[in-house]
């Protein structure tokens, strides 16, 4: 599996031109049909070290619509390895939903658990009675937010030879955005729009950095980067509104870029939005699409909107 199907998109936005912006698209969506986008990117090492330990399999944990447990389900279906999910709620079950039904089908074991059990997820005692039962797995924190993570996301900007001035990006655990704030080079700020309500983005990213070994001086240049934008969760998590849907829905017809209303779109509106409150002007912008379709099957369902011109 390699990252070679992420081109660089320039998209010409007539909002856009008029200002002087140039907005360019990264685009980790076109990776892989089911592992895309981030999901990948933050999987890559954790698999690299779990092979070279010589493990069966992957353990990760995720909520009952997770990108990540699909990614990891996938990865190691085409991989060969053994897939162990624990899923948040213990009401839900292989035919809940779209996203673990699809697990299950590449062969993902699937483990329901309470809320309760569910937050031990990075206590080393549950972790060590999880591996009991399911020996010689490599464990992948929820989300895949580890260190593995993060500098698999830091290559994403190795592809791209150009500078920028601006890098967007949608932001779940923060690890995306953690590893893109190690691999900036010259003075690029790194805008992240959290899509959870209430969502500390420096202190997560923070946390995440100085799991590391980088020294402070460099995690303080990397938050440094940072400008977060806060008032674009549209509700919080996985919620979303018509204006939302809308919206991604005009920039699919637009320009041909499926974002979803999980993350890309909220992310791609609170670019669009600063723009239009003049609050940008002549300079060039990086937008990384993180995926993320996956996730907005089940959304385009719910509120019966289709957003992908089908
Ligand atoms: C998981 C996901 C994210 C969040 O990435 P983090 O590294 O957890 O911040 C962003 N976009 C998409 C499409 C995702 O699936």
Known sequence: MNTSGSILQQLHIAELDQKGIQLFVKRDDLIHPIISGNKW???????????SKGCDGLLTFGGAYSN????TAAACNELGLSAVGIVRGDELSPESNQTLNK??????????VDRMT???KDEKAYLEELLLSCPNHHIVPEGGADYYG???CQEILNEVDEDFDQIWLAC????????????VTGDAELHVVPVLKGFEVENTIRELLFKSAYDEEF????LGRIKSHTDYHFGGYAKYTDELLQFIKEFYNDYGIPLDPVYTGKAMFALMDTVKKDALEDCKILFIHTGGLQGAASIQKESGISLYGN
């Not at 990117?41 to 092979?51: D, E, N, S, T, V």
């Not at 697990?103 to 329901?112: H, I, R, S």
């Not at 779940?172 to 691999?183: F, I, M, W």
Request: hydrophobic residues 45%; glycine residues 14%; positive net charge.
């Open 41 to 51: 990117r933050k999987l890559k090492y954790g698999i690299q070290i779990a092979r």
């Open 68 to 71: 990540h447990l699909v990614a």
């Open 103 to 112: 697990c299950q089908e590449l062969g993902m074991t699937l483990v329901f």
């Open 118 to 120: 569910y937050s031990l």
């Open 150 to 152: 993060m500098i698999g």
């Open 172 to 183: 779940g655990t923060g690890t995306t955005a953690a590893g893109l704030s190690t691999g």
């Open 219 to 222: 995690i303080l240049e990397c």
